[in-house]
């Protein structure tokens, strides 16, 4: 059973555009949600997380929303650029040692 | 400053043969961790090391898998007997404090099954 569920699959994003990945969990144990950006070749990399007592959490062009109500949380990219694309996880724990991913977004961005 | 290094890149073996993993983790990173991703799946946990200890081994899928973290610095995972179902991208991550400080993945080695 997927703990963390992600969406899209790939997204296919205008430069300067907006891209918006989803995510949803069961879990309410989860505490703390990190967002990973990875490249061909590479392993994941930390964007940014957040813990559930806020709601959104922003560090430049990349923005996390979190609805604790709902189990949901997205990121957001503003002003997409080439450089962005690559794939994208969300992920979950509830010790904040055993990440639970989804499945990943590959994300293009047209020049 | 060098991050988690692993090794080899790419492996390939046939069904029933032995391979070794190498994870360098950070030096002075006190947590280990390893993940899995098999083609088409989530990265998946496997397990995760304080030191020299398995904390939780709770990802590892059977007992064809054996990790060891001796001494406390570098980590490796032994897949014996291989089988195709084994087929994937084995990462590797360290971090200083555990408990949600950042994890740092090496590149990961990718292992395929024949």
């Known amino acids: 059973q997927q703990q963390v569920k992600q969406s899209p699959q790939s997204l296919i994003v205008q430069k300067g555009g907006i891209s918006i990945i989803n995510c949803a969990y069961e879990?309410?144990?989860?505490?703390?949600f990190p967002w990973y950006q990875q490249f061909p070749g590479k392993g994941p990399a930390l964007l940014i997380a957040?813990?559930?007592?806020?709601s959104e959490k922003k560090e430049g062009r990349f923005t996390i929303s979190f609805n604790k109500s709902a189990k949901q949380f997205s990121l957001h990219i503003m002003d997409s650029q080439p450089g962005d694309s690559a794939t994208y996880f969300c992920?979950?724990?509830?010790?904040?040692?055993?990440?639970?991913f989804g499945k990943g977004t590959r994300l293009h961005i047209l020049p | 400053e060098a991050g988690v290094t692993q090794f080899p890149s790419h492996s390939v073996i046939e069904k029933g043969q032995t391979v070794t993993l190498r994870c360098d983790p950070i030096?002075?990173?006190?947590?280990l961790y390893w993940y899995r991703r098999v083609m088409g799946k989530e990265i998946k946990f496997l397990l995760h090391f304080v030191k020299e200890s398995k904390q939780d081994e709770s990802g590892m899928p059977n007992n064809r898998f054996l990790a060891e973290r001796t001494g406390g610095t570098y980590s490796t995972l032994k897949v014996q007997p291989a089988e195709l179902e084994d087929s994937g991208v084995y990462f590797c991550?360290?971090?200083?404090?555990?408990?949600?400080?950042?994890?740092?993945f090496g590149p990961g080695t990718r292992l395929t099954v024949t």
């Open positions: 992920a979950a724990s509830d010790d904040g040692d055993k990440i639970i």
């Open positions: 030096s002075g990173h006190d947590n």
């Open positions: 991550a360290s971090s200083h404090l555990g408990r949600g400080d950042e994890q740092y």
């Open positions: 879990n309410t144990a989860f505490d703390y």
């Open positions: 957040i813990r559930p007592d806020v």
